[in-house]
């Protein structure tokens, strides 16, 4: 079984999750042209949280023939305040259930540590972390949801970068939470350019970890550097020095990341964040995905249990 492959509307997430001049219906209507298998979620698209509501947008995915398979979520576990991670804990486990209700067993829901606040100490915000990350594993387990936690850049809803963006931070956390059956990694190759690390480097620290994986690809604007990136953070959504493109025309070496997950056996699903430009290249990025899937990952025997 190859892994399979789904879209995610990166060009349209302000007009769905933020200025709402679009829907998650109409976003499900348009993807039908898509030569995806799954369409990915993003907590923000939703305006309720009522079953009825959710339902609908269940049926409406599959009606379009697609599957879910990962729900992104972006919890904030390193507030200050107690009782405000306390609430980001009892929403994301509200989001594990919509997990359930729309990918069925084993679909991923995606976690992050939260917010790189520069007052909370790093010691502070791996302990805050872990421990939200511990109270939400039995809601997982109930549901039988993969929590899955993103080497992520930023949330675009975001002032600031990402706790765990650096390698060590990360590998710290997820050293400290063992399950390996409902909780891994959500590998993103472009994030870990973004962090100064290499995205190989990266792959191999987390390799027998990983559950599901963004196929983004990044390039800077004219003139940019990554170090003038990384000193831009602290600003509100995504740097503009930074563009999303069509998979394999960025700054990742997909052959050599590829190589490596088949070596792993690998066989979540790929999602795709792309279509800055629009939808045509979108459907580039998923024509080239499903090359390199056809080319790295079809003639793999199945992996031994």
């Known amino acids: 079984m190859k892994p399979k492959i789904s879209a995610f509307p990166k060009c349209y997430l302000e007009k769905i999750a933020g200025e709402r001049t679009m829907s998650v219906f109409d976003w499900i209507a348009m993807a039908r042209t898509l030569e995806a298998d799954g369409l990915e979620m993003y907590e923000g698209f939703f305006t309720s949280l009522e079953d009825g509501y959710i339902d609908s947008v269940g049926e409406a995915i599959h009606a379009a023939g697609f599957a879910m398979p990962m729900l992104c979520c972006s919890p904030d576990f390193t507030q200050p305040e107690r009782a405000a991670r306390q609430r980001a804990v009892e929403h994301e486990a509200k989001m594990i259930h919509v997990t359930r209700r729309l990918g069925g067993p084993r679909a991923v829901c995606r976690v992050l540590s939260g917010q790189r606040r520069p007052e909370v100490r790093i010691e502070d915000g791996i302990e805050w972390v872990v421990e939200c990350i511990h109270e939400l594993l039995p809601v997982a387990r109930e549901c039988d949801v993969i929590l899955g ?157």
């Not at 706790?163 to 590998?171: G, S």
């Not at 990136?229 to 930074?242: E, H, I, M, N």
């Not at 394999?248 to 790929?270: M, V």
Request: aromatic share 10%; hydrophobic share 40%.
């Open 149 to 305: 936690i993103e080497n992520h850049y930023k949330d675009g809803f975001w002032k600031f970068p990402e706790f765990a963006q650096k390698k060590d931070v990360f590998l710290k956390i997820l050293a400290a939470i063992p399950d390996r059956i409902h909780f891994g990694v959500q590998y993103d190759p472009s994030n870990a350019i973004v962090a100064g690390d290499d995205p190989l480097d990266w792959l191999v620290a987390v390799q027998d970890r990983v559950v599901s994986m963004h196929a983004s690809d990044r390039s800077l604007t004219a003139g940019a550097t990554l170090d003038e990136l990384r000193q831009s953070d602290g600003t509100l959504g995504y740097s503009p020095k930074l563009k999303h493109g069509v998979v394999g025309k960025g700054l990742n070496d997909y052959p050599a990341i590829f190589t490596l997950l088949a070596k792993n056996h690998y066989r979540g699903w790929i999602s795709i964040e792309d279509g800055m430009n629009g939808m045509e290249e979108m459907a580039e990025s998923l024509a080239y995905l499903h090359r390199m899937v056809d080319r790295y990952f079809g003639d793999l025997p199945a992996p031994q249990r």
